[in-house]
């Protein structure tokens, strides 16, 4: 049996720049024709050189020949990785027939500067201008020289605020960067390879800086929450092929000018002066005698690390459908999709004249902007034009949530081609794809994409429109699996970790935000609005939440390793603020927008308190630490049985009587078998009694359809999932939603518009039912002894009215794809595709099953077949 070697990966990134990590993990993916192909053993070279490595030589690193089949996180285990070293590698593998495969392709990472010494550079902004309150942006340009012979050109850039880097006059970095870390403590270096854009003879480096989240307003929580204005770092070495090394150092020696952005800030926009460019400022030719020198900062205290998130790019251009005419003289386009970014402009007019382009999410019922929602964001471009030909025009440091794009004093008439909707986000790679025989249901799924690529934006932001946009930590845990089913979210919620982690308490609690942008420094529960708390049940247990689903989705030890200690701070810090294993009643969010249903906080709370703690039980399994699993366990224990003295009735009801109350006992592990029993009965009639409608918030309705699948109750879940009564997640696509809505009454026909203060229409977290499409009704789940998909559970479960759904999803081990039917005369066809070296376990909803040659095993007392990977067909008949 032959095995092929693909998509050789370095810390999950092709071909990374200016790792830091000083053992990075390698990955790679088999492919073979044959069935139930394994690998048994593999072999690493890692070189210092390619030309080494193509003469099958590991001058860095050699593994020899290891008898193992493990595909991923493999550790290199070479010589110390040096600063700035550039390596090269690739595999082989041997089958079952113990034949080798051949070599991979070559694949390579950098390091970067990995020590602070080694940064010789300078922070360099430019003063403020004492007469205004929103600051210009500041551009930067640098000339300089290069001789003949380069070898390879090394940028190492970050910020403290947002930057664009351009060379020779084109951009060169992506959206954003360096993105939203805690800036007290770390700041993300990016590396650029530019050994293309720079050239023997002058070049010149242009730089723009924007305030962003550093010095620009962020959230509600005002502006300048970390500094008063930006500044810039950069570190470029040029190396020649004789060995010799020039540098150019962000310094005194660069110059700084205002240019023609007036101001730009991710929540009020930005003002845009044409007349005020600078033509070829970035260019090697440029007169800068009239250029300030920049203002050089004393120095940086935080943390100078390699970026872990994924660069925020434009991943999609958007045309608008439609056009009209407003009654003031306006002009507003529909996208036709809800959509985060921002739109370029094509206008043509006279030189001063000013083009005001505005976005909102929805229309008011006379057609005009719905702008109520936006509190004081203010999503506008003011354009003022310079008067040349067609001018062309899209903003650089802001971004908007809209469907609707009105332009206000365009000169002329605009058709469709005047605007281009561009979706920015970061660049997550679509991993899931489902689709089923009911176009309701494909609408939801579709929404809830859109609602992910519109709020994961450097952190998992609760909305892109109004002065919020922070990283709530209870939105991110309830829908981070759904998140990693629909996208590679393996490095965003990696670099989110840290976000969590920097901002944790002395205490152990973690923060409701994170970045925690002086939510707590500034004791925003005391002076704004008082229910506001450290440690809130559902959000703090996004600490412990997250890594274990990352280690479930992508078999991540190491990020349960790295924040051990940061989990069980807080589960200690949980512990130590209960009376006896009971979490207080102090005013917190609940299950935040629940309807109709006031879960008691206490409830909530000590379920959490257990739920983390049975998590961090499992972590300590998995990461070898007995003594801690059973100490952890055990307090697991504990806190279920004081759950239920506190809280549960003989009868099974539990306080509160809200679907979230039992939804949570009964996935969190917290019932007896008898009582167990007895809730899943007064959550169906709690369910019934509302007509077959949910009541669930934030932190329930993720748990609401797995609890009544996995209670025998899948006929309920099928009845909540297409409901269109309100409330219900098809009330909102029946009234036109494409995206996921904040609220489950947002808007409604008897209401309209619920309160502006808080009613965002782009909002994922009700869409975490995303889990259950993919894990219960498509079927694929991983096995939850053994992370990441190497040993996969395949178990669909048809009901409702569906009657089939294609679904796959893109493993670190390959594409992982279902496709099942439902027949007119009730026969269930199943067809599975797993990857090379992966396994799984298949289960059949129904009996007289043909198995495609695979014999049946009884497990969990239902029948099952194990498969290799390759392509199988199954066929049951579906119970009467």
Known sequence: MTLRVTSCRTEYMHNPLGLDERKPRLFWKLASDERSAV????????????????????????????????????????????????????????????IASDWSDPALWTMGLLSRDEWKALWIGRKSESDLHMQPSPFFRKGFTVKVGVRRVTAYATALGVFELRVNGAPISAHFAPGWTDYDTRVQVTTFDLTEHIHPGDNAFGVILGDGWY????????????????FFLMQVHIDYADGTRDSVLTDASWKTS???????????????????????????????????SPDVRPGYNGLLVAAVEPPIRITETMRPLTVRQTAAGTYIYDMGQNMVGWTELRVKGERGKKVTVSHAEMLNPDGTMYLDNLRVAVQQENYILKGKDVEVYEPRFTFH?????????????????????????????????LETSDERVNKLYANITWGQRGNFLSVPTDCPQR??????????????????????????????????????????????????????????WNTRLNWFAP??????????????????MYGDTRILATHYEAMVRWVHYLKANTTDLVRPNYANYGDWLSIEADTPNEVLATAYFAYSTKLLAQIAH????????????????DIALAFRKAFVNEDGRIHGGTQTVYVLALQFGLLTDTLRDQAVDHLVADIHQRGDRLSTGFLGVGYLLPALTEHGRLDVAYKLLTQEAFPSWMYSIKHGATTIWERWDGWTEEQGFQTPQMNSFNHYSLGSVGEWMFRYMAGIDTDMVEGGFRHSVIKPQPGGELTHVTASYESLYGTIAIAWQVSDSGQF????????????????????????????????????????????????????
């Open 258 to 292: 205002r240019g023609p952005i007036v101001y730009s800030d991710m929540i009020l926009g930005e003002t845009y002066d044409a007349r005020l460019e600078k033509e070829e400022w970035d260019s090697p030719y440029y007169d800068d005698a009239d250029w300030e």
């Open 467 to 524: 002065d919020e946009r922070l990283g709530w930590t209870g939105d991110a845990q309830i829908f981070a699996r759904t998140a990693a089913y629909n996208m590679d979210v393996s490095r965003f919620f990696s670099k989110f970790m840290w976000d969590m982690v920097d901002s944790q308490q002395p205490s152990g609690a973690f923060t409701d935000v994170a970045p925690d942008a002086g939510w707590i420094r500034h004791k925003m």
């Open 39 to 98: 690998q048994i053993a593999y072999q690493v070279l890692v070189a210092r050189s390619e030309e080494q490595l193509n003469k099958d030589i590991g001058d860095a690193w050699d593994s020899g020949k290891v008898q193992s089949d493990q595909s991923t996180h493999i550790e290199y285990a070479g010589e110390p990785l040096e600063t700035e070293g550039c390596y090269y590698w690739k595999v082989r593998v041997w089958g079952a027939a113990d």
């Open 829 to 880: 066809h199943l067809k599975v595709s797993l990857p090379a070296n992966t396994s799984a376990t298949v289960y059949l909803p129904g009996d007289q099953c043909q198995m495609d040659g695979i014999p049946a095993a009884k497990q969990d007392g239902q029948k099952s077949y194990r498969i290799g990977s390759g392509e199988y067909e199954f066929q049951c008949a579906m119970p009467k």
């Open 401 to 433: 949530g809209f469907r609707y794009v009105e332009l206000i004093g365009y000169p002329g008439v605009p058709d469709l081609d005047s605007i281009v909707g561009k979706v920015v986000h970061s660049d997550t790679p679509v991993a899931g794809k």
């Open 535 to 552: 440690d809130n049940a559902g959000w703090g247990d996004a600490g412990v939440v997250i890594p274990w689903t990352l280690y479930l």
């Open 215 to 230: 010095a620009g307003t962020v959230g509600f929580l005002g502006n300048k929450v970390y500094g008063e204005r930006p």
């Open 622 to 637: 998995v990461l070898g630490k007995s003594e801690d699993a059973a100490k952890y366990g055990s307090l697991f224990e």
